[in-house]
């Protein structure tokens, strides 16, 4: 079966289904990874969004079992690659991506110069645009609508390490990805997760700082987690933000924010250390950064290719954010160490960067 991919400047490509024969709408966005599909497909960051890989194949080493996702499902609207391979070949592998798709009933295309219609999301910016079959449907953009609400956990967890004395983090879920938690556990932190909406200052349980998750869509739609955090902020609440977390931040201590062109989503990412040499290759997933910064805050991190900001730190108080994922999933492990900075904060250790 066909389907075809359209475009809002009305570009039509055909190309080869082999995901469920189901129309989509959403936001087309491209990720540049040679690797890591399954995390990227499961990253609730990805919501409503109908992502082009320019990776020439796909699906080469299957899907993994469900606690390897970063979410319990496919977020994605609808994925479109250059070259679907139908034999994947991995000790880990459960599934085709074939398999998963038409089990989670969202399109996969099968399209093959994905590298053209990036440079044309590059050079015109991201686009909307629909996958379709034997009917249409209209367009849909995501971001008119507050897709945190969507993807963030509808009750109050707490994961607890059983150490003597270990600090509770206070996890704000606008999205999150898993291995978010699994590095604060492997650290041998509580973890306290709560919806995107909670009023954290009424929890029973008490926490010792705060932690904003990544999520999908505009950031000002998220505006009673931007209450809350500014909230966390006035009462001097040790914070850090993690990609939107980032930005909701900035927002709540009263800066603002931007759609960028065509955003970030590869790991390999270089991000430039203020006041330093040093260069870290990360793993992103973002359409909206910081552009103006709050007062008393300055730039943490920036982005050696477009010098957009990629994280920002507060000049005397414990309340920091990046843009990027410490956490990688999929992607390098370069900036793990922001989780322990974080934690030095928490003890009462220097607000620095090294």
């Not at 398999?99 to 990036?118: C, G, S």
């Not at 996890?171 to 556990?185: H, M, S, Y």
């Not at 909701?248 to 989503?265: E, I, P, S």
């Not at 991190?301 to 410490?326: L, R, T, Y």
Request: glycine share 8%; aromatic share 8%.
């Amino acid at each position: 079966m066909t389907g075809k991919l359209i475009l809002s400047d009305n570009t039509t490509l055909k190309g080869l289904s082999f995901g469920a024969a189901v129309a989509k709408a959403g936001e087309v966005v491209f990720a540049t990874g040679m690797t890591g599909y399954p995390e990227s497909l499961t990253d609730p960051s990805y919501k409503g969004q109908i992502l082009v890989l320019t990776y020439p194949l796909i699906g080469n080493y299957g899907v993994p079992a469900e606690h390897l996702w970063e979410s319990d499902h496919i977020q994605v609207a609808g994925l479109i690659v250059s070259s679907y391979n139908p034999t994947p070949s991995h000790f880990q592998s459960k599934q085709t991506l074939s398999q998963w798709f038409k089990k989670e009933k969202i399109p996969l295309l099968e399209i093959k110069d994905t590298r053209a219609l990036t440079q044309q999301i590059r050079t015109h910016g991201v686009m909307l645009g629909k996958i379709t079959f034997a009917k249409d449907i209209p367009f849909y953009n995501p971001n008119n609508d507050n897709l945190v609400a969507t993807v963030s956990t509808k009750k109050i967890t707490f994961q607890t390490t059983n150490k003597p004395q270990a600090k509770t983090i206070l996890l704000l879920d606008c999205g999150a990805k898993r291995n978010i938690q699994q590095e604060l556990l492997k650290r041998d932190v509580n973890v306290l997760t709560g919806p995107w909406n909670t009023d954290i200052f009424s929890l029973k349980q008490p926490f010792d700082a705060l932690l904003i998750s990544n999520g999908p869509g505009d950031p000002k739609m998220a505006k009673d987690a931007i209450k809350t955090i500014s909230k966390a902020l006035k009462q001097n609440i040790p914070t850090l933000g993690i990609c939107m977390g980032n930005q909701l931040l900035a927002l709540a201590a009263g800066g603002d924010t931007y759609k960028l062109k065509f955003g970030h989503r590869s790991q390999n990412q270089p991000c430039l250390l203020k006041g330093s040499n040093r260069c870290y290759i990360t793993t992103q997933n973002h359409g909206f950064a910081v552009g103006k910064l709050p007062h008393d805050f300055h730039p943490w991190f920036v982005n050696a290719n477009d010098q957009s900001i990629e994280g920002i730190i507060h000049n005397k108080k414990p309340f920091m954010s990046v843009q990027f994922h410490p956490e990688a999933a999929p992607g390098p492990m370069d900036t793990a160490w922001i989780f322990d900075h974080f934690l030095k904060n928490i003890k009462g250790g220097e607000n620095n960067a090294t």
